[in-house]
């Protein structure tokens, strides 16, 4: 009894479940020593059906109406729906990637026999919780080489599954297009194992279009039978080594492109290179107009796009005869087609290396471009093969080191008791169980294990992948590790690549370990190399003031242009940080402490009164001893911003920034300003306008204009005279505190708002330091623009030195030596980084920089300590020292001579240290 299902499966929603691809799934069986094979008893029934589609699926025969109670064959969607359940019964056994099941194929693969017993027993009892029948004559368990989704599969390689090709040579020629369809849809099944496919099938695909009468010539019979033959002396196709360097071969003519992946593997104890993919196709009409080279880029392009599961993360040499492939990735003036293909292969430039070969070396590709007579005497252009092509070397010098090396490593196995009991065992073949359990665990458990081999009188350690010499003594190690990482060959780089050049030479116990550490510890680097990932230092809260008129800011904008009848060229900006009101004066860049206390009391304190807290950067007139005088007179306290850290004061920047942005928009190029009334500007007489637009703008962190915070009401400005009604926005006296209460206090939440904003964006870039008082660090070179030497080529850090003192939690002070010793000693501690000192008992070899660590001073009173620099005042009959103090805690500061005591003492050593060397 069968069931017609044509006319269910046209209205039938198609459900798109992927099914695995077979190429991909044989891949998994490479390096597998033991395979298992089993199949579903009748596939499709193992899935029952619900009640909803029981009815669609009857069958109507003259005793009555039959309904299916599980999945038939047949269906559009069954594939799809019993994929979908085999996957749901196995997901964790898929994920791990010994498992395969291909519809109702199921494939099991392991490396070693325990594990492939326990594997097995893990599906079969999953199988009957699920009540899943297996067809036992169908199973074959624990084989090294089976058959398996029409192939013969094995660790090392793939083949055609000869008695499927049996079955189609035994077949007639194909009488009807139906039947050379079906021909050539089980041929394409195994066209990655037939070298120059492409061509074969061709007169054959011209009788499949349905305006072709069907019809058998001579052509079309050869072409038959050069597939028929192809299938039968198809090669093994090697399993691919993903260790291994792929060999790539492209090539390409007027009708065909052609390709084939190979790689070198050990076969039968001799390195041989064997195909590992082979893939063709025909040229499209279009394409039937490109150049040759353009014709091997595109065929580059498209191979990459079909072979990306292989070559994906992998290294590969793609081997072609045409100099513009090999162009391609560098080219600098790419047309239309080759712009579009250099982007597609930008993917694959770290790992894919294009080599060019002669015509006469480059013969595994298809074939498909040269379709020529034989390469014999015969033949005109006859080309003598080479078994090797010349390779000119001149010899510049010959070392033989490794005799010396190795006779070192012989004498060390002496020293130690493992490598000695070792050495024994191996070369005596000794199988006294007493000396094996002397060893140490984790020597004795390797043992076992069979990981030990002594060739040549040295022991070698054996891997999954390789065999590297091992050593034991310290000066060796050593003598591995610089060459690995140290030597001009190894150029300081990465962890990560030095310990790849270590696992490829040589092995210790714990030698991924001590080479990580031997990387860090590297002076050279922790000066050389920039910083990587979170810097250090999480965002601080900067107490608030409380009230209008607490804190301000003061702040200097110099480099402006000569402008006004005074010739000002520098802005003096006060902000108000509770309102963030600011005010502009011009001023002039070389004004005296005093001319700016003095333009403060005529311009600022009448609207603003004495200033509580100031916080200002390192200005030298704000640090003079007038300035700090008057501060004590006014009882107002100076707040500096950390050294090389604008961020200190966000809010004075940010203010800065847009007062320069909007001078630059009216004074772009000159330095006047011409309006639409004809009236000229400069950039002075603009101060007042611009600072009204500021204050009448809204602030983003407040959520209000600083003039509305200031005099609780909205300011009228040119454009409200513009309105035919002008609206009296004055609140009344009963209702003016309520809107004064709602103003601060909607003011205050958007300003915690706000930083709570920039904090959690700040933060996650930033980390909490890791170091404390006392501790050695090196510190940026960022911001030092007078070392030694070129300053592209300057160490990212220099050091080390030690830290004083804290200053917060995001600022420290160090103790400098050297030439560095008159910098500035506070720094925040993004950037700082700790320094990380060398094990002598570890790496013996290794001269690390002598630590110049000076002894802190944790003095308390307030002796200066020692001269810094010195400028001449008033006409240059007056001299003052920036000087430091012994604590910390005090500020480096300008004093005149005459008020620092001692000083012939300090004026005598610093003149000592400034004057040249002989």
């Not at 999480?538 to 000569?562: D, N, R, S």
């Amino acid at each position: 009894m069968v069931g017609d299902f044509r006319a269910l499966n046209t209205y039938t929603v198609p459900d798109r479940y992927p099914t695995p691809r077979t190429q991909e799934d044989l891949i998994q069986l490479s390096k597998a020593k033991y395979i298992t094979s089993m199949d579903a008893l009748k596939g499709f029934h193992q899935n029952s059906l619900a009640p909803k589609s029981k009815k669609l699926l009857r069958i109507i025969t003259h005793c009555g109406i039959y309904e299916y109670l599980r999945m038939p064959f047949g269906i559009k969607n069954a594939p799809s729906h019993y994929q979908r359940m085999i996957n749901t019964i196995f997901p964790t056994e898929l994920s791990e990637g010994w498992l395969i099941i291909y519809i109702d194929d199921i494939i099991i693969c392991s490396d070693s026999w325990s594990l492939h017993l326990e594997r097995l027993a893990r599906v079969l009892n999953k199988s009957a919780e699920v009540n899943m029948e297996i067809t036992l004559k169908k199973c074959n368990i624990c084989f090294e080489e089976l058959k398996a989704l029409g192939h013969i599969v094995s660790a090392l390689s793939q083949g055609i599954d000869k008695n499927k090709v049996a079955a189609v040579l035994l077949k007639p020629l194909p009488q009807n297009k139906k039947e050379i369809m079906s021909f050539l849809g089980f041929s394409n099944y195994y066209r990655q194992h037939l070298k120059d496919f492409a061509i074969l099938p061709k007169s054959l695909y011209r009788i499949c279009d349905q305006h072709t009468v069907f019809e058998m010539t001579q052509e079309r019979i050869e072409g038959y039978e050069k597939i028929r033959k192809a299938l039968t002396e198809a090669p093994l196709l090697l399993m691919p080594d993903w260790n291994i360097t792929f060999k790539f071969y492209i090539d390409a003519c007027v009708d065909e492109l052609g390709a084939s992946l190979c790689q070198v593997q050990i076969i039968d104890g001799k390195p041989t290179e064997g195909p590992v993919f082979y893939i063709s196709r025909q040229i499209k009409p279009t394409e039937a107009r490109y150049d040759a080279s353009k014709m091997e880029c595109l065929w580059l392009i498209w191979t990459l796009e079909k072979l990306h599961y292989y070559l994906d993360g992998s290294v590969f040499k793609e081997i072609t005869d045409c100099n513009a492939v090999k162009s391609l990735l560098n080219m600098k003036t790419p047309n239309q087609h080759m712009l579009r293909w250099q982007i597609a292969i930008q993917e694959y430039r770290g790992n894919m290396n294009i080599v060019h070969e002669a015509v006469s070396i480059h013969k595994n590709a298809d074939g498909l471009s040269r379709w020529a007579l034989a390469n014999t005497p015969d033949n005109p252009a006859y080309v003598p093969l080479e078994a090797e092509p010349p390779v000119p070397i001149e010899v510049i010098n010959i070392t033989d080191i490794g005799t010396e090396f190795l006779e070192e490593v012989r004498e060390s196995y002496q020293q130690d008791k493992n490598f000695h009991i070792l050495t024994y065992l191996s070369d005596k073949d000794c199988k006294d169980t007493s000396l094996v359990n002397s060893l140490d665990e984790a020597w004795k458990n390797s043992y076992a294990g069979g990981r030990f081999h002594l060739f040549y009188g040295i022991i070698y350690h054996r891997t999954k992948h390789s065999c590297l010499m091992k050593l034991c003594i310290r000066l060796l190690i050593n003598t591995i590790l610089h060459e690995c990482h140290n030597s001009i060959y190894s150029e300081h780089l990465s962890g990560d690549r030095t310990l790849e050049k270590v696992k490829n030479c040589a092995w210790w116990p714990s030698w991924r370990k001590e080479t990580i550490e031997y990387f860090h510890t590297c002076d050279r680097c922790q000066n050389a190399n920039r910083i990587t990932g979170k810097k250090f230092g999480l965002m601080i809260h900067i107490q608030e003031p409380k009230a209008p008129g607490e804190v301000f800011h003061i702040y200097q904008v110099t480099a402006l242009p000569p402008s006004g009848e005074k010739r000002y060229n520098a802005c003096l900006v006060i902000v108000d940080r509770y309102r963030k009101t600011p005010i502009f004066l011009q001023c002039h860049k070389d004004d005296t402490v005093m001319d700016t206390a003095l333009l403060l009391r005529s311009r600022v304190i009448s609207h603003t009164a004495l200033f509580k807290n100031i916080i200002s950067d390192r200005d030298p007139k704000f640090k003079s001893a007038i300035c700090n005088n008057l501060h004590i007179l006014f009882g107002t306290k100076l707040s500096f911003s950390t050294a090389y850290h604008p961020q200190t004061d966000g809010l004075g920047e940010r203010i800065i920034e847009n007062l320069e942005d909007m001078i630059r928009r009216f004074c772009p190029y000159e330095l006047e300003f011409n309006d639409s009334d004809g009236f000229t500007h400069d950039w002075c007489t603009l101060i007042p306008a611009l600072e009204l637009a500021y204050k009448t703008s809204v602030y983003s962190s407040t959520g209000q204009t600083p003039a509305m915070l200031e005099k609780r009401w909205k300011s009228r400005l040119p454009a409200d005279t513009l309105r035919k009604e002008i609206v009296d926005t004055h609140s009344k006296a009963s209702s003016f505190k309520i809107m004064l209460d709602k103003v601060k206090h909607h003011a205050k939440q958007s300003m915690n708002n706000a930083f709570d904003y920039e904090k959690h964006k700040w933060d996650k870039s930033h980390k909490v330091p890791g170091f404390g008082v006392g501790d050695l660090v090196l510190v940026s070179t960022l911001n030092f623009n007078n070392i030694k030497g070129p300053k592209k080529l300057k160490d990212s850090y220099a050091g080390t030195f030690v830290i004083v003192a804290f200053h917060g939690t995001n600022a420290v002070q160090v103790e400098f030596s050297g030439e560095l010793e008159n910098k500035h000693p506070k720094f925040a501690v993004s950037l700082i980084k700790p320094y990380q000192p060398t094990d002598k008992k570890n790496f013996p070899l290794r001269n690390p920089i002598p630590l110049t660590v000076p002894p802190v001073e944790q003095s308390t009173d307030n002796k200066i300590k020692k001269f810094i620099k010195k400028r001449r005042l008033g006409g240059k009959n007056q001299r003052e020292y920036l000087v430091r103090y012994r604590n910390p805690v005090h500020e480096d500061e300008w004093l005149a001579e005459s008020k620092i005591p001692d000083s012939d003492k300090l004026l005598r050593r610093f003149r000592h240290e400034r004057r040249p060397q002989a």
